[in-house]
């Protein structure tokens, strides 16, 4: 079993870059496809991209069209680590992200059904 805890989230200007993280225990990450996820107050949950596992398939990454282009999603195997890189930040960026883990999928799917979660972090974009 995996435990997932995400970090990096705070208040930002509009325009401005954070790089929130997903650090695992318990289990090797390479192992699992990563979701990140994002819902705001009053809003539904929605799926921002994910990362297949490193071990079975050829890394694939894919993006929610409303942050492709702007957020970029990474792996660094020797931390046990999914990095969530969010450039040109939106006031409607604004929600607490999470990420979620799964070791059934082939490769992955954004908004899709994860088996572990993180607790979250807090993005606020605002000037």
């Known amino acids: 079993q995996v435990q997932l805890v995400e970090s990096g989230g705070g208040l930002v200007q509009p325009g401005d870059s954070l790089r929130l993280s997903c650090a695992a225990s318990?289990?090797?990450?390479?192992?699992?496809?990563i979701g990140w996820f994002r819902q705001a107050p009053g809003m539904v949950r929605e799926g921002v991209g994910c990362i297949s596992n490193s071990v079975t398939s050829d890394e694939t990454i894919y993006y929610a069209d409303s942050v492709k282009g702007r957020f970029t999603i990474s792996r660094d195997s020797a931390k046990n680590t999914v990095f969530l890189q969010m450039d040109s930040l939106k006031p409607e960026d604004t929600a607490l992200y999470s990420c979620?883990?799964?070791?059934?999928?082939?490769?992955?799917?954004?908004?899709?059904?994860?088996?572990?979660w993180g607790q979250g972090t807090q993005v606020t974009v605002s000037s």
């Open positions: 318990g289990s090797t990450l390479d192992r699992y496809a």
């Open positions: 979620a883990a799964d070791a059934a999928y082939t490769y992955c799917a954004v908004g899709g059904d994860y088996d572990y």
